[in-house]
């Protein structure tokens, strides 16, 4: 499964990808995230591997490759799921940017998790869509 979201961010580039760096834009963008633990590699670097908290879960990220502040992009592993995240940041003027992720998601395990990517496929899309645009009500607001 494989969907592409976007989102203008009244702010300069720099900001937006300033705050898209700050683990404190999760904890505002993502509910129950709690913290991010780096675990192995060069930090920020591809091939770098950090652990990602929330109340409910735990998932493992790897950057695939940084190219900030244009690109990032990276894969989660969890228990259940893993994916590929590409993420673009493009100034449309000196004060808008666009942010746009290209998410894959390449494993499920588990029958619910198969169920819900079957029946509910949009239902994936739509959370990526509220993290964005809770990412860019926090960024805007600083």
């Not at 705050?19 to 991010?36: M, T, V």
């Not at 950057?63 to 994916?83: C, G, R, V, W």
């Not at 004060?95 to 990517?117: D, P, S």
Request: proline share 3%.
């Amino acid at each position: 499964m494989k969907f592409t979201c976007s989102i203008n961010i009244n702010k300069p580039k720099l900001d937006v990808v300033k705050h898209f760096e700050d683990p404190e834009a999760l904890k505002q963008s993502q509910k129950g995230f709690q913290r991010i633990d780096h675990l192995s590699g060069n930090k920020k670097e591809a091939g770098a591997k950090s652990k990602l908290f929330y109340a409910k879960f735990e998932m493992i990220e790897t950057i695939i490759e940084n190219k900030l502040p244009d690109t990032f992009e990276a894969q989660y592993d969890h228990k259940n799921m893993s994916n590929t995240m590409h993420t673009e940041f493009v100034a449309i003027n000196d004060h808008e940017t666009k942010l746009t992720t290209i998410i894959e998601y390449t494993r499920f395990t588990g029958f619910i998790i198969n169920v819900m990517a079957r029946l509910f496929p949009s239902m994936f899309r739509k959370q990526v869509d509220k993290w964005l645009v809770k990412f860019k009500y926090y960024v805007e607001k600083q």
